[in-house]
């Protein structure tokens, strides 16, 4: 079955879904996007997705392209027209096609919006979850405003391409004063021996991930002690468990940091668990699909 994308007001075929060579996001990456995940028909905090996508733009001074209203609107018919029941959709807003100039463009340019959805088989990423994955840390040479989720992911795409050639999943960033901010797609967590979950403030140097925060709101249901604070690659690496949470890969259990097995090399109980309670905690908008 074909694919289906969304292009500035049109839904084209996947193969043929393209934006104009001027595109200020292709050309400056002057764009901002979002991940959401679908999960059995519904979308997983899509609110709070929506709200992050409203403020990166605000952030960037780029126009909102259209209501709140309008924008679920095209979500659902990503969804429906490429029949995804478990996958991600994808959306990205530019700040639209006028010719190359580093200056904004005149006022009235639309923004440009595009929007994709696909099908990933259901438990797949728990198969990936059951072995645990691999980190490696590179030192951090992001801008200092990450906390906006735009379209320029040079040093992340690098950092995860060199964390693919060292046998790792994941490449985590660490600052200049030796604390680990975040992986290049995803948060960073550790468990310490007492049990006690530490991940990073998301006020300076993180994107403030929504699974990061749906794992806070289930670890307050659970009970579970969070320190919201940084942490060395020494601490990481005398941590009982660890591990990634991102739209796409949820709560991905680490195994191993740089060359450094934790525990028994096997995902532990309390990620494990966290993995599969996740969705108790999120908010999930039911899809009525048309024509299944
Ligand atoms: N940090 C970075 C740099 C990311 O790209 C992502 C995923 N988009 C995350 C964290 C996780 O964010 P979320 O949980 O909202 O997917």
Not at 18 to 36: K, L, N
Not at 284 to 290: D, G, R, Y
Request: charged content about 25%; aromatic content about 6%.
């Amino acid at each position: 079955m074909s694919r289906v994308a969304y292009v500035n007001g049109q839904y084209v075929p996947h193969s043929h879904a393209a934006v104009h060579v001027e595109d200020r996001g292709y050309q400056f990456s002057d764009g901002v996007y979002e991940v959401c995940e679908v999960w059995r028909g519904q979308i997983v905090d899509m609110t709070a997705h929506l709200d992050r996508l409203d403020r990166s733009l605000s952030e960037l001074q780029i126009a909102s392209p259209m209501s709140r209203a309008a924008l679920v609107q095209v979500m659902k018919e990503v969804i429906s027209l490429n029949r995804v029941k478990n996958g991600l959709i994808y959306m990205q807003v530019s700040r639209g096609v006028a010719p190359r100039d580093h200056y904004f463009p005149p006022a009235g340019t639309l923004p440009s919006v595009v929007m994709t959805a696909k099908s990933v088989p259901a438990g797949k990423m728990d198969k990936v979850a059951e072995q645990g994955v691999g980190v490696i840390t590179v030192e951090e040479n992001r801008w200092d405003r990450v906390d906006i989720k735009t379209v320029g992911l040079l040093p992340n795409v690098l950092a995860k391409q060199k964390a693919k050639e060292a046998g790792a999943r994941e490449a985590w960033f660490v600052d200049k004063n030796g604390l680990i901010t975040e992986g290049g797609s995803t948060n960073a967590w550790i468990i310490l021996k007492n049990g006690t979950l530490v991940t990073r403030p998301a006020t300076h140097g993180i994107l403030k991930g929504i699974t990061r925060a749906g794992v806070l709101k289930l670890a307050e249901m659970k009970g579970f002690s969070v320190e919201e604070r940084g942490f060395s690659l020494e601490e990481a690496k005398s941590a009982q468990e660890a591990f990634l949470t991102s739209a796409s890969g949820l709560v991905m259990p680490v195994v191993k940091i740089n060359e450094t097995i934790l525990g028994d090399g096997r995902p532990g109980p309390i990620v494990q668990d966290l993995r599969k309670s996740f969705h108790e905690a999120s908010e999930l908008i039911k899809l009525e699909v048309a024509g299944g």
